[in-house]
Nanobody, 121 residues
Framework: QVQLVESGGGLVQAGGSLRLSCAAS????????MGWFRQAPGKERELVAK????????SYADSVKGRFTISRDNARNTVYLQMNSLKHEDTAVYYC??????????????WGQGTQVTVSS
């Protein structure tokens, strides 16, 4: 059974930073792509960032390019999302997810419980 547990969310002022972590267990972490998604109240879930199995390739939503950085530490079975220059519109519940298989373009079938990020004005 795959388990993903997020941490690091909280309240931050606009312009500030947060670092989210997601610890994975249940299958070999390094074999799979990982992604961060978010969902704001009244909005659809969106992909924020994803990272390949090796960490050598990353991809970002246009809205966060230049501000957010996804990374992973396969030795620790952990994926991170460093969020800088936060804006009010970044407020959402953030979820980490693991891909169905080795292809990072495959669906993400395994999900964490989410962590709240709130950016004040």
């Amino acid at each position: 059974q795959v388990q993903l547990v997020e941490s690091g969310g909280g309240l931050v002022q606009a312009g500030g930073s947060l670092r989210l972590s997601c610890a994975a267990s249940g299958r070999t972490f390094s074999n799979y792509a990982m992604g961060w998604f978010r969902q704001a109240p009244g909005k659809e879930r969106e992909l924020v960032a994803k990272i390949s199995w090796s960490g050598r390739s990353t991809s970002y939503a246009d809205s966060v390019k230049g501000r957010f950085t996804i990374s992973r530490d396969n030795a620790r079975n952990t994926v991170y999302l460093q969020m800088n220059s936060l804006k009010h519109e970044d407020t959402a519940v953030y979820y980490c997810a693991q891909s169905r298989d080795t292809n990072w373009n495959s669906p993400y079938d395994y999900w964490g419980q989410g962590t709240q990020v709130t950016v004040s004005s």
